[in-house]
């Protein structure tokens, strides 16, 4: 029995929940139609969906209506409105509320006035990135000199952060916030819904918060509590961190247009850490390497990780190149031809998605929500007649697409054939020395080899062992390595390369 609908569903909640009483054989009785739902009368269903229009209509009025309010107290009275306070402030009680309803209930209000202990390091971490210091060199200074960061300095409210160290996050975000020069600022962030499946719009949606660009926050007229630095230190600090951003981009840009090309890019990792280890060029030799500092180590104390680690490009490159030329060895060339013949005939089979085709799909796909916008339209009380032609004209679209598509599907199966034995063969003949023509190959060539494998690299440097797995794109993923010491298991193929002598030297 349900009294008030308008109350109950919510835009298109009935039609999603009603199925399942009707399914389960439970009357669902609603005082507007006079008993209970029929679920083959029209009349009720479209009664329902007035309701649940009804209802977002209303919750979408007062959403509205509640950010105005709240944005005109914190524009016109700097009214502090809840929530977290920025680290170097702290919540003052300033007497019982202007309402007075609110007031005989016992709400009082309140403003933010600066922690006696955190407002200092709040003034030293401006003047600290004013003269020259990034966040991160700050961050760690603060860290060395035993300054609890935010989330130690008010555990109670960080539960869920780490409290061992400052981060540069967190370092950025003091920075950045305007709320230290004594102004109010609200609505930095918004909640957000967002659907859980383009797909199946049933499922419903997922709130999360997201930032707002600062040109939207709401700033107070007049100081609202007690600045704890000047504005013109705070626009110098802004002013700093924008001509850094610039600069760094001009350096970024020229180094992609001159920089050195890797093999092994993004494909060694530390095993200690698990990082990504980074490229450098020492000597004129290329190394792989991972530091580790102390703020990093102050995060993570019971990490045995040495402060720098080094893993040679040449030496790698050099195992890594033989070990995939073992498959094209005199002993091993038959097998590995009737491996690629059979991916050959897997791949002629498999659809091949060209830019053609994907376009298809996404047309298909939009009509799917055009389509799922129009039903909750109907839903929400528009116009069925209009809807109706909306609905219609989608449906033309998405048929046409998926004609197109299957045409194009069609013809790319026909033009495609695969491979014999015999022109496997002679292609891996013709190529020579396998090993020594990848060995030989640059650099810059490489890096499209290793990334068309699947090449992935674990380095443990205890016992000097990169451990390397190949996870190849399909089709080969099944056919890669049909070798007997290097087990596949229908989608990895492992191998693991000893090199403590090589790196010894």
């Not at 269903?45 to 649940?52: A, C, E």
């Not at 073992?326 to 097998?335: G, Q, S, Y």
């Not at 033309?396 to 069609?410: F, I, M, N, Q």
């Amino acid at each position: 029995m349900i009294g008030e609908p308008q109350r109950t569903f919510y835009g298109n909640q009935f039609g999603n929940t009603f199925p399942v009483f009707v399914h389960f054989r439970i009357p669902l009785w609603v005082p507007e139609v006079g008993g209970p739902i029929d679920p083959d009368n029209e009349a009720h269903d479209l009664v329902m969906s007035v309701f649940g229009g009804m209802s977002k209509g209303e919750r979408n009025r007062i959403k509205i209506r509640v950010r105005t309010a709240m944005g005109s107290q914190a524009k016109l009275q700097g009214r502090y409105l809840g929530g977290r306070p920025p680290y170097g402030y702290r919540i003052a009680d300033t007497g019982p509320h202007p309402n007075p309803s609110k007031a005989a209930a016992g709400q009082r209000i309140h403003k933010l006035e600066p922690d006696p202990v955190a407002a200092p390091v709040v003034q030293r971490i401006f003047t600290m990135y004013v003269s020259g210091m990034s966040d991160k060199s700050i961050a760690a200074e603060l860290t060395r000199e035993g300054i609890p960061c935010p989330s130690a300095h008010d555990a109670t409210r960080n539960p869920h952060r780490k409290k061992t160290a400052w981060q540069q996050g967190a370092v950025r975000n003091i920075l950045i916030n305007p709320r230290y020069t004594g102004y109010e600022v609200w609505n930095k962030q918004r909640k957000e819904e967002r659907l859980l499946d383009v797909d199946d719009v049933t499922l419903g949606h997922r709130t999360s918060m997201t930032h707002n660009p600062a040109e939207e926050w709401i700033h107070s007229n007049e100081p609202a509590h007690e600045a704890i630095i000047s504005p013109d230190l705070f626009d110098t600090a802004r002013t700093l961190r924008r001509q850094r951003a610039h600069a760094h981009n001009r350096q970024e840009r020229a180094g992609k247009q001159g920089g050195r090309p890797y093999a092994l890019r993004g494909r060694v990792r530390c095993s200690l850490c698990g990082r990504k280890m980074q490229p450098a060029t020492i000597r004129n030799s290329v190394y792989y390497r991972c530091e580790f500092k102390d703020q990093e180590q102050a995060l993570s104390p019971d990490l045995t990780h040495r402060r720098t680690i080094y893993l040679r490009e040449d030496v790698v490159c050099r195992a890594l190149d033989q070990w995939i030329a073992r498959a094209f060895a005199p002993d091993r060339l038959t097998a590995t031809i009737e491996a690629l013949t059979l991916a050959s005939a897997a791949a002629s089979t498999s659809v091949t998605h060209t830019p053609e085709q994907a376009q298809a799909r996404q047309a298909i796909k939009d009509c799917e929500r055009r389509l799922a916008r129009y039903q909750a339209a109907l839903d929400a009380g528009a116009d069925p007649a209009v809807v109706t032609q909306w609905i219609n004209e989608a449906q033309r679209d998405k048929e046409a697409a998926r004609k197109k598509l299957d045409t194009l599907l069609t013809v790319t199966r026909k033009k495609e054939s695969p491979l014999d034995a015999q022109q496997i063969r002679e292609m891996t003949e013709s190529l020579g020395n396998i090993a020594e023509r990848i060995q030989a190959a640059d650099t810059d060539k490489k890096g499209p080899l290793y990334e068309t494998l699947g090449i992935t690299i674990s380095y443990e440097h205890a016992t000097r062992t990169a451990t390397v797995r190949s996870r190849p794109s399909s089709p080969y993923r099944q056919w890669l390595c049909p070798r007997g010491e290097l087990t596949t298991d229908d989608t990895v193929a492992r191998g693991q390369l000893r090199l403590q002598d090589a790196l010894a030297d």
